[in-house]
């Protein structure tokens, strides 16, 4: 890895050893190096995603490596388009970085990139981007998925009496952040948990198993459980209805660590994001497949988009334009 800084060796030079270090892929006709790159599809439809994580607002790099930020700007983008039933096929990542960053900086999060890529969407490859300098760090990525002859699983297609169910995990991103805001030795005493929030794992490949096994509705947990089901509640016009026997597990997992904060676990459960799990639900419990874990029902519609064993339960979760 070089330790000049990017001022010293400019953007092409920069761009050169960056792009080096990323692989391409079977659907890459024209990748890295040209005006534009050319990407081939199975089908005249495709998915577009995009999503921008910037310094101090979304990530802090006394947590977060080069290394981190690059898997993580992959896994928020790809579990977007597995959460329309698509598979992952490309991305475009736009970087910004102050002059002094190492370009060793750069590498470590290209190598970030390409592991996120390896182990969550080996079908895709990064296929092109932008290097600018400025005061801060700024990432931005889209990404582009291949529906591969399949409807698009949208939000708005939930009806009553189906079962809401989730794939992945659910609180543990949110646990590890307020483990490294706690700093002192509870980040380590936990890693499993921070490890969550500065590499989520959303399950991508459950994104084209659940279309494929008729889900009528699916997103994935970023803001919240809760504000995203409300998401799916909104654009379906109906009630979703959380139980809360059905969440313990999740809850479980957490409860050393929330004793060690002194929180509750389910609040993280309920109103934590980043875990970038696949919510989805699907006709009946018969349809769910084996990685998804049923959490609910659709219910008709009243007063609360959102309720748990019955009873409305506050909208809470990130905002991305609040914090």
Same mark, same amino acid.
């Given at each position: 890895?070089? +330790?000049?800084?990017? /001022?010293?060796?400019?953007?092409?030079?920069?761009?050169?050893?960056?792009?080096?270090?990323?692989?391409?892929?079977?659907?890459?006709?024209?990748?890295?190096?040209? =005006?534009?790159? $050319?990407?081939?599809?199975?089908?005249? *439809?495709?998915?577009?995603?995009?999503?921008?994580?910037?310094?101090?607002?979304?990530?802090?790099?006394?947590?977060?490596?080069?290394?981190?930020?690059?898997?993580?700007?992959? /896994?928020?983008? #790809?579990? =977007?388009?597995?959460?329309?039933?698509?598979?992952?096929?490309?991305?475009?990542?736009?970087?910004?970085?102050?002059?002094?960053?190492?370009?060793?900086?750069?590498?470590?999060?290209?190598?970030?990139? !390409?592991?996120?890529?390896?182990?969550? /969407?080996?079908?895709?490859?990064?296929?092109?981007?932008?290097?600018?300098?400025?005061?801060? $760090?700024?990432?931005?990525?889209?990404?582009?998925?291949?529906?591969?002859? *399949?409807?698009?699983?949208?939000?708005?297609?939930?009806?009553?009496? %189906?079962? &809401?169910?989730?794939?992945?995990?659910?609180?543990?991103?949110?646990?590890?952040?307020? @483990?490294?805001?706690?700093?002192?030795?509870?980040?380590?005493?936990?890693?499993?948990?921070?490890?969550?929030?500065? *590499?989520?794992?959303?399950?991508?490949? %459950?994104?084209?198993?659940?279309?494929?096994?008729?889900? !009528?509705?699916?997103?994935?947990?970023?803001?919240?459980?809760?504000?995203?089901?409300? *998401?799916?509640?909104?654009?379906?016009?109906?009630?979703?209805?959380?139980?809360?026997?059905?969440? %313990?597990?999740?809850?479980? $997992?957490?409860?050393?660590?929330?004793?060690?904060? !002194?929180?509750?676990? &389910?609040?993280?459960?309920?109103?934590?994001?980043?875990?970038?799990?696949?919510?989805?639900?699907?006709?009946? @419990? +018969?349809? #769910?497949?084996?990685?998804?874990?049923?959490?609910?029902?659709?219910?008709?519609?009243?007063?609360?988009? #959102?309720?748990?064993?019955?009873?409305? &339960?506050?909208?809470?979760?990130?905002?991305?334009?609040?914090?």
């Amino acid at each position: 890895m070089s +330790d000049k800084t990017l /001022a010293e060796l400019g953007e092409s030079e920069s761009l050169r050893l960056t792009i080096g270090r990323l692989k391409s892929s079977d659907y890459v006709l024209v990748g890295p190096g040209d =005006d534009a790159a $050319v990407v081939t599809l199975s089908e005249n *439809r495709f998915v577009v995603t995009t999503d921008t994580m910037i310094e101090d607002h979304d990530f802090r790099l006394d947590w977060s490596s080069g290394f981190d930020l690059g898997y993580k700007a992959v /896994a928020t983008n #790809v579990s =977007d388009v597995a959460a329309m039933g698509a598979k992952p096929v490309a991305l475009v990542v736009s970087l910004a970085v102050p002059k002094q960053t190492k370009v060793s900086w750069l590498e470590a999060f290209a190598d970030g990139l !390409s592991a996120a890529i390896a182990e969550l /969407a080996p079908t895709a490859s990064v296929v092109g981007g932008d290097l600018a300098s400025s005061e801060k $760090v700024f990432i931005s990525v889209t990404a582009h998925g291949d529906l591969e002859g *399949r409807a698009p699983v949208m939000r708005s297609g939930a009806k009553v009496s %189906q079962i &809401i169910a989730v794939a992945g995990t659910l609180g543990k991103a949110a646990a590890g952040l307020d @483990l490294l805001r706690a700093g002192g030795s509870a980040p380590e005493a936990f890693s499993d948990l921070v490890e969550i929030q500065l *590499r989520p794992k959303p399950p991508i490949n %459950q994104g084209i198993e659940a279309a494929l096994s008729r889900a !009528s509705a699916m997103l994935d947990v970023s803001d919240s459980l809760v504000k995203d089901l409300a *998401r799916i509640a909104e654009a379906s016009g109906v009630t979703m209805n959380l139980n809360s026997k059905d969440l %313990q597990g999740f809850e479980a $997992v957490l409860e050393q660590a929330a004793s060690r904060l !002194s929180v509750n676990a &389910i609040d993280w459960v309920l109103f934590g994001g980043e875990d970038h799990s696949l919510l989805a639900v699907f006709p009946d @419990l +018969d349809s #769910v497949p084996r990685a998804f874990k049923p959490i609910g029902e659709v219910v008709e519609r009243s007063a609360s988009a #959102v309720m748990l064993d019955s009873k409305p &339960i506050e909208n809470k979760g990130w905002d991305s334009v609040r914090g």
